[in-house]
């Protein structure tokens, strides 16, 4: 079927080559490059900031090259009221969000496709590294990890929801990295040996702290460094610099042993840390629950799980405690189960949804 289809092309090679694949397979291609921030303004320079005008020419010249025509859509407005402005509140309040999956919901799979609406265009399309498959027994899009697991990217997208995924393509999800390269390479796409691009676009040398203290103003007084048990044991930076399982840049020193943050607590403006083994829980609440597999959880539930990106899916049991939220216990206690990440629940290669962990618990 022939598809009128949007290509969120960000400049990389593998937005370049979905692009390529597409069009090959029959879809009548526009291709489509999100302005997310005003790099001057947040204090970003250089060819590693956010939507850099060599990532536009990039994503330009591929579109031109393919015979597609290229848009770039000025979105740094719901950025900031979507991504940005969440990101900080959450932060002063001692979450630490993924933004990576906010974004995804809200603007490529959000904003983007009421755009796409006006335009007339029947689909979405990305570089992520995922698979979709729609199930006719439950009437529902399956949201599948990538045949390579190295590169999968389904937990970034677990909160989207099955009008998103309908209105969605992921071209990439059964090819490798290197398959993808070599598609680009043969093609003679000019960005085939681009380097891949930060986790966190908007914050490329990874300080959180200074870009928040920037984009919003106000500085973030010092305060104190408590042990779990309420001792003192010195003063921190402000609570932005700081996110549960941090060991590095604390300057504090102690006969304890090795320290670690275990809490930040932006209502006294303190900073609790506690030895390594303090900071596992087999316990932990979630709200904003995403289900994508099925349209409720009914009793007590055996799946898998990620508590972040970059970590090895867990065995564990979820219930359902109401209508946006559970309650997950893992078979062994996780280290850092940190509020305001993802947790992601699996079944085998099936994402069963998402949903924003509240709090960890040590039962």
Known sequence: MDHKTAVAMSGGVDSSAAALLLQRAGHTLAGVTLKLLDN????????????????????????????????????????????????????????TPNPCVDCNRRL???????????????KV??????????????????LKKAAHLEKDQSYVLALLTQTQLSRSLFPLGGLSKAEVRAIA?????VNA???????????PDGDYGAFLRRHTGRDYPPGPFLYEDGTLLGWHKGIVDYTVGQR???GVSSGLGR???????????????????????????????????????DGPVRLRAKIRYRMAEQPCVVEQTGED???????????????????VLYDGDVVVGGAVIDRPSAE
């Not at 770039?72 to 001692?94: C, D, H, K, L």
């Not at 399309?125 to 399956?142: I, V």
Request: with cysteine; charged share 25%; hydrophobic share 40%.
């Open 193 to 203: 040996r681009k380097g891949d691009s930060q986790d966190i676009c908007f914050v």
């Open 108 to 122: 490529k799979f959000g904003a983007l496709l009421q755009r796409a609406d006006e335009l007339g265009w029947d």
């Open 125 to 142: 399309a990305t570089g992520h590294y995922a698979r979709l498959d729609f199930d006719a027994g439950s009437g529902r899009w399956l």
């Open 325 to 343: 939220t559970i309650r997950l216990t893992f078979d062994s206690p996780q280290r850092a189960v940190t509020p305001g990440q993802t947790v």
């Open 259 to 297: 320290l670690y943050v275990k809490a930040v607590v932006p209502e006294d403006n303190t900073v609790v840390l506690s030895l390594n083994d303090a900071l596992f829980a087999r316990t932990l609440t979630a709200g904003e629950l995403n289900l994508i597999a099925c349209p409720r959880l």
């Open 40 to 95: 001057a303004l947040a204090g970003m320079e250089g060819e590693s900031a956010c939507c850099a005008l060599d990532d536009v020419e990039d994503a330009r010249a591929v579109a031109r090259k393919l015979g597609f025509p290229h848009y770039v859509f000025n979105f740094t407005r719901p950025f900031q009221a979507e991504v940005i402005e969440p990101f900080a509140q959450a932060y002063e309040s001692g979450r």
């Open 185 to 189: 390479q043969e093609a003679g796409l």
């Open 248 to 250: 590095r840049g604390l």
